[in-house]
C-alpha cells in the first residue's frame, strides 16, 4: 500500500533554531500534502496545505513566516520551524492522499516529535 | 462547517469487554468517515473507512456504520485486547483530501 514517509521522528533543538522536517510519498505522486500539529492530548489540527509547485494555504493562525512549506516535487514536502521557541515544541504530522482521487484514504507519516529547549 | 464530535476518554476496559466510541458530524456536501489509530509514540493508521450512507467499515473486529440520519459513526468492538491500547480519531473528508479530526479518545484495556 501507499507509504507517507516522515523524517525525523524525533528532534531536539535549541531555541532560536530552525528545524526542517520532510515528508516523502514513497510509491505514489502527492500533489497536495498536509501538515498537521497536535498537543498532548488534543486533536491534530490543520496548519497548512502543501501544494506542489505553488505557494502552501495556511489555516488562520498559523504564521507563515514561522512555518514555511516547500512542496518541490511530487513526492516530498518540508516544513521548516524557523527560530523556534518551547511553545513549538509538538507532535508535526503530515499526510497525502492518492491524486486526483477525491474523499480517498490518507497515508500519514509517523510524525516528528520536535522539542525546543 | 465541517466538524467532528467525538466522545471524551479516556477509556479504560478489560480485555474482552465490548467497546463504543460515539462519534457524530457536521459536514457541507457528502463526506466520507474514518477512523484513524494512533499506537504510542507512532502516526496515525486508518483502521476503517465508509464512503457513503449505510457503509460498513471494519477491520481487526471493528466496526462502524455511516448513518446519514442521526449524522454518526460509532466505533464499536464485541471484545477488546490489550493490544487495542491506543488513540482513537474519528475524521471526515469532504473534498480536497482535507480532513476533520474529532479530539480523539484514548482506550486503555486491562489484562
Known amino acids: 500500500g501507499a507509504v507517507v514517509s516522515q523524517h525525523p521522528s524525533r528532534v531536539i533543538c535549541k531555541s532560536g533554531t530552525s528545524v526542517k522536517i520532510e515528508c516523502r510519498s514513497l510509491d505514489f505522486q502527492a500533489t497536495t500534502m498536509f501538515w498537521y500539529r497536535q498537543f498532548p492530548k488534543q486533536s491534530l489540527m490543520l496548519m497548512a496545505t502543501s501544494n506542489e509547485g505553488s505557494k502552501a494555504t495556511y489555516e488562520q493562525g498559523v504564521e507563515k513566516d514561522k512555518f514555511l512549506i516547500n512542496h518541490a516535487s511530487l513526492t516530498l514536502s518540508t516544513l521548516t520551524v524557523t527560530s523556534a521557541h518551547p511553545e513549538d515544541s509538538s507532535f508535526y504530522i503530515c499526510s497525502a492522499s492518492r491524486s486526483p482521487v477525491l474523499n480517498t484514504e490518507a497515508f500519514f507519516g509517523q510524525g516528528t516529535r520536535l522539542t525546543v529547549v | 462547517g465541517n466538524s467532528v464530535t467525538q466522545m471524551e476518554g479516556p477509556v479504560t476496559l478489560s480485555e474482552e469487554a465490548f467497546l463504543t466510541i460515539n462519534c457524530t458530524y457536521t459536514a457541507t456536501g457528502y463526506p466520507s468517515l474514518f477512523w484513524y489509530v494512533q499506537y504510542p509514540g507512532e502516526g496515525l493508521q486508518l483502521l476503517l473507512k465508509?464512503?457513503?450512507?449505510?457503509d460498513k467499515g471494519s477491520n481487526k473486529g471493528f466496526e462502524a456504520t455511516y448513518r446519514k440520519e442521526t449524522t454518526s459513526f460509532h466505533l464499536e468492538k464485541g471484545s477488546v485486547q490489550v493490544s487495542d491500547s491506543a488513540v482513537y480519531f474519528c475524521?471526515?473528508?469532504?473534498?480536497?483530501?482535507?480532513?476533520?479530526f474529532g479530539t480523539g479518545t484514548s482506550l486503555t484495556v486491562i489484562p
Open positions: 465508509a464512503t457513503k450512507a449505510d
Open positions: 475524521a471526515l473528508s469532504v473534498s480536497g483530501n482535507q480532513f476533520y
